[in-house]
T-cell receptor
Framework: AQKITQTQPGMFVQEKEAVTLDCTYD???????LFWYKQPSSGEMIFLIYQGSYDQQNATEGRYSLNFQKARKSANLVISASQLGDSAMYFCAMREGPGYTGGFKTIFGAGTRLFVKA | EAQVTQNPRYLITVTGKKLTVTCSQN?????MSWYRQDPGLGLRQIYYSMNVEATDKGDVPEGYKVSRKEKRNFPLILESPSPNQTSLYFCASSNHPPGTSDTDTQYFGPGTRLTVL
């Protein structure tokens, strides 16, 4: 069963406006971590922001913020003041575990492609 | 410079011909992972390693092998590649399992684009 859901395959936003990329997750583990990554057309994976399940406040990193609603199991990424360079694929991911060997797995959503218009 | 390197970056091969994709990190990280990325599916974890000689299956381990004999290296082995293993592969490392402390996140390699004919 898919545990990370990104319902927006593609989105458009006007330059300088804010945009929200949706992410919902499902886990029974009380301890987990949520991440967002950016993948530009060049292909590399760039870490943007992290939210721990016990963190009381929403994470922020520059123009990125994570709208964490634990009861709804959502972890939406908000990008303020969009720039042309923000055009990329964005992935939501979750760390869960430990598993039966004490290890931790990471699960990614299918991604949202963001297009920033000039 | 802190980095994760993968080789080769591009590979075209034929069904059944064993291949190895190497991954090396210079950050003394304990945790390493392999992912494959396919359109519409995001990244799926193949195997991960908590430390030397400690590996475990991710979500899609079938058809792959890994080993972790040294901390810095985590090769991905396809003993008998098949066309459904055509994909973009990423290696990643982090000091601890991602997200187990405030700043632990994964550093990704540049990716290896594999085509199996």
């Amino acid at each position: 069963a898919q545990k990370i859901t990104q319902t927006q395959p593609g989105m458009f936003v006007q330059e300088k406006e804010a945009v929200t990329l949706d992410c919902t997750y499902d886990t029974s583990d009380p301890s987990y971590g949520l991440f967002w990554y950016k993948q530009p057309s060049s292909g590399e994976m760039i870490f943007l922001i992290y939210q721990g399940s016990y963190d009381q406040q929403n994470a922020t990193e520059g123009r990125y913020s994570l709208n964490f609603q634990k009861a709804r199991k959502s972890a939406n990424l908000v990008i303020s003041a969009s720039q042309l360079g923000d055009s990329a694929m964005y992935f939501c991911a979750m760390r869960e575990g430990p598993g039966y060997t004490g290890g931790f797995k990471t699960i990614f959503g299918a991604g949202t492609r963001l297009f920033v218009k000039a | 410079e802190a980095q994760v390197t993968q080789n080769p970056r591009y590979l075209i091969t034929v069904t059944g011909k064993k291949l190895t994709v190497t991954c090396s990190q210079n950050m003394n990280h304990e945790y390493m992972s392999w992912y494959r990325q396919d359109p519409g599916l995001g990244l799926r974890q193949i195997y991960y390693s908590m430390n030397v000689e400690a590996t475990d299956k991710g979500d899609v381990p079938e058809g792959y092998k890994v080993s972790r004999k040294e901390k810095r290296n985590f090769p991905l082995i396809l003993e008998s590649p098949s066309p459904n293993q055509t994909s973009l592969y990423f290696c990643a490392s982090s000091n601890h399992p991602p997200g187990t402390s405030d700043t632990d996140t994964q550093y990704f390699g540049p990716g290896t684009r594999l085509t199996v004919l």
